[in-house]
């Protein structure tokens, strides 16, 4: 072969391989049957599992055991893989119901980790055998195995809906499923009303269905208009809340107590979460978190004092935690085992009853095939006890009696009179000969001789008689769809009361109680309004002491540093923070460490880089201005309520570039102006000049030949412009005498007056 013509262009040698492994993930391995619910991995464990005996009233067998069988027979991948797929199914806390019966170590709720196969065993669930039941009367299609040796079902009988009892989720190629597990009462009464009305709507199975029910159980607070919506589209989301209740310890204090956790969180997570938003004391009324945990769940969140809200408590905890989380819908399944799609609550349901209805069908059949054979049998047993002498003479004398007897002719000169015998069998179709088929003369032969009795050949006639009645009846089902349908109905119920309230597991877990989104509960409603005196060093060391002390006081450093910013707060007040890269932080009064040590580095507390210093530190009060300026001598005026950040990166305000620095930060106050550079030039110019803007570089406030900007503030011109000269006096310049160092905003200015400080600041 010239090898010219095995060559094909790249794009579409590529596109033709990755569209069969996209096909083989979504149709082998990431989305579930609707008609059983499962994916291939899980079918074959449920199949394994039946072909070593493993019932639910039987004994355990080692998971090793099962998981290398289902590798070596059916599903040739890890057996990691195919463990970890069969622990799930194990996993009470995971599974709604669940389709292996573990014994041992099977993980738990905090997030553990199943033990190795080798000491786990398992066995299959009630749940798992009523999807497994009928199999073997050829209620579906089977397939060959991977290497052709076995044979294995494409799909499970199902007696109940499992994809949407169980649930089920998978990321394939280009989609991807997640559906929640449901209570299977209410599924089945779902599945009998739409037996009733065909043509029901999905806002009517919801009477039927309100909510998923999962398995750890919680409270589903979503409204029933986004629930309706999301089951008609196949597409939307759950608000799941753990569920909690107030416990009384006497003498008015109180605490919650935590008795069931949002499905598929980890409670040991939970609880790092619960404990790093104390340490962060980013839910301050919350003051500790305990896990007193044993077979059920029980945290204990204790409130910082008694005069907190629960409910505010608890709002705050739902927004910050996984204490509530939104568990998002996504019914895409396999139709029919071949086509993906995105269906709605009656579209699945509708492909489990139509699955249940070809089950039923494809059973009833296959009964009439085994019925056919063994009236067939029958027949030809009774024609023997009938004639019974010529059938032994035959036995004794003929070389074939085999043969001997399918040549015999058993008409009616044969048979002994209706008189004497319960039975008359039928004349031939003729009205001839009478003869016996392969099958019946090889049931005589295989005949046992005790079974030569009088009571034998009366059971016999039984047994046809009422294999005839039981013929009927399959004839008439298959022929009727009324039938059918009503023959469902039944075996639904029947289901309904294996797995219902009177199931160990059967009653509704999770609580549906419409509420609201959880408020947003503003930092100060939760904190306790103390004064405090805030303290940061030279090198950025900030703590908040108790009380309102003396801001002259003497206090502690670390040695090589000092005090730098000193000031009275509350507990309830926001700081703000400039440094010299032009961005404002913002960190919580109630946040900063106690006064006992020297404090923590401001920098853990914020993103604040090492190469930034701090450049000012600000009481957050609402409604005011503030002047900010570079040391190049660019600035604007800023509203205050601009500048507060949300996160620890904090916000970019003023832009600075190269060696530039932010310099100033100053509440405005006052119609005017005063800047001063480090040449010693100072200038005055009327506010109105500056612009206000959100961020920026800002406009030019002073020109400069050499140096830049040393400091600047705003005044008023009618109270003149004040400074502390070296000697601690105030030093005042008034009108007129001021009006020698007014002029327009970006104008050099002039020599400052005698006296101003020789640090060119004004404080």
């Known amino acids: 072969m010239n090898p010219r013509n095995l060559a094909e262009p790249l794009r579409r040698a590529i596109g033709e391989r990755y569209l069969t492994y996209a096909l083989s993930t979504i149709m082998n391995r990431a989305l579930p049957d609707a008609r059983d619910g499962l994916k291939p991995v899980h079918r074959r464990i449920l199949f394994a599992m039946r072909e070593l005996r493993l019932s639910s009233s039987g ?55 199943p033990a190795a196969s080798r000491y786990t065993e398992a066995r299959l669930s009630p749940a798992a055998e009523a999807l497994l039941d009928g199999l073997n009367e050829n209620a579906v299609d ?8 076995l044979e294995e079902p494409t799909v499970l009988p199902a007696a109940f809906p499992n994809l949407l009892a169980n649930g089920a989720s998978g990321i394939a190629v280009g989609m991807a499923t997640n559906i929640p597990p449901h209570n299977i009462g209410e599924l089945i009464d779902a599945c009998l009303h739409f037996i009733k009305t065909p043509n029901a709507q999905d806002d009517t199975l919801v009477n039927y269905i309100p909510g998923p029910d999962f398995p750890t159980g919680g409270v589903l607070v979503e409204g029933r208009d986004q629930i309706l919506e999301a089951y008609r589209t196949g597409r939307g989301s759950f608000r799941l809340r753990a569920k909690w209740h107030i416990e009384d310890l006497g003498r008015g204090t109180w605490q919650i107590v935590v008795t069931e956790i949002p499905y598929q969180v980890q409670k040991s997570k939970l609880v790092e979460r619960l404990a790093e938003l ?44 996984d204490l509530e989380v939104r568990f998002s819908l996504n019914m895409n399944v396999l139709i029919d085992g071949v086509t993906p799609k995105v269906c709605s609550l009656k579209e ?75 039975y008359v069998p039928p004349p031939p179709a003729d009205g001839g000969e009478m003869s016996l088929t392969e099958v019946q003369a090889e049931a005589i032969l295989n005949m046992r001789l005790r079974s030569l009795r009088r009571l034998e050949e009366i059971e016999l006639v039984a047994e046809r008689d009422r294999l005839m009645e039981e013929r009927a009846g399959l004839e008439d089902l298959l022929e009727s769809e009324d039938l059918q349908w009503s023959r469902i109905s039944e075996q639904l119920r029947e289901t309904k009361k294996a797995f219902g309230r009177d199931h160990t597991r059967g009653a509704r877990m999770t609580l549906i109680d419409e509420a609201g989104e959880s408020e947003d509960v503003p930092l100060e409603a939760m904190i306790e309004r103390e004064p405090v005196t805030v303290v940061c060093s030279e090198r950025g060391w900030i703590r908040a002491l108790t009380g309102h002390i003396a801001l002259d006081r003497e206090l502690k450093f670390k040695d090589g540093d000092g005090p730098r910013f000193i000031f009275h707060a509350e507990t309830t007040d926001k700081l703000l923070v400039f440094a010299s890269n032009g961005r404002f932080y913002t960190v919580s009064a109630a946040a900063l460490p106690g006064g006992r040590g020297m404090g923590e580095p401001l920098r853990l507390m914020v993103d604040l880089p090492n190469e930034a210093e701090i450049v000012d530190i600000l009481i957050h009060q609402p409604g005011r201005r503030l002047l900010l300026a570079s040391s190049a001598g660019d600035g604007f005026v800023v509203a205050e309520d601009e500048v507060v950040a949300q996160t620890r990166a904090g916000k970019q305000v003023l832009t600075v570039r190269g060696d530039t620095r932010a310099k100033v930060c100053r509440v405005v106050r006052g119609d005017a102006v005063a800047v001063v550079g480090e040449n010693r030039k100072l200038l005055v110019f009327d506010r109105a000049e500056l612009p206000e803007m959100a961020k920026g570089k800002g406009v030019r406030l002073q020109k400069y030949k050499d140096g830049g900007l040393s400091d600047a503030l705003t005044f008023s011109l009618a109270d003149g412009l004040s400074w502390r000269d070296p000697a601690g006096r105030t030093r005042l310049v008034a009108q007129p005498e001021l009006d020698e160092w007014r002029a327009r905003r970006a104008t050099a200015g002039r020599m400052a007056p005698r006296g101003f400080p020789r640090d060119n600041r004004f404080t």
């Open 348 to 422: 699945v349901l509708r492909a489990f009853l139509d699955f249940r209805r070809d089950v039923l069908i494809r059973r009833s059949r296959h009964r009439m095939e085994k019925i056919d054979h063994r009236l067939e049998v029958l027949e030809g047993l009774i024609v023997a006890f009938l004639n019974l002498d010529r059938v032994i003479d035959i036995i004794r004398y003929d070389d074939d009696p085999k043969s001997a007897l399918m040549r015999e002719d058993w008409g009616r000169d044969h048979v002994r009179a209706a008189s004497e015998r319960d």
């Open 59 to 113: 004994g355990f067998r080692k998971s090793a055991k099962i998981s290398g069988d289902v590798m070596g027979n059916y599903h040739p991948h890890g057996d990691a893989a195919i463990y970890d797929a069969m622990a799930r199914l194990a996993q009470d806390f995971v599974i709604r119901y669940p389709l292996v019966d573990g014994q041992g170590n099977f993980g738990n709720i905090d997030g553990d980790n």
């Open 142 to 149: 089977w397939r060959p195995n991977y290497d052709g040796t």
């Open 278 to 321: 104390i340490q962060t004391k980013k839910v301050p009324i919350l003051a500790d978190i305990r896990d007193e945990s044993a077979e059920d769940v029980r945290m204990i969140l204790e409130p910082r004092s008694k005069n907190v809200d629960p409910d505010v408590m608890m709002s705050t905890l739902f927004r910050n935690s």
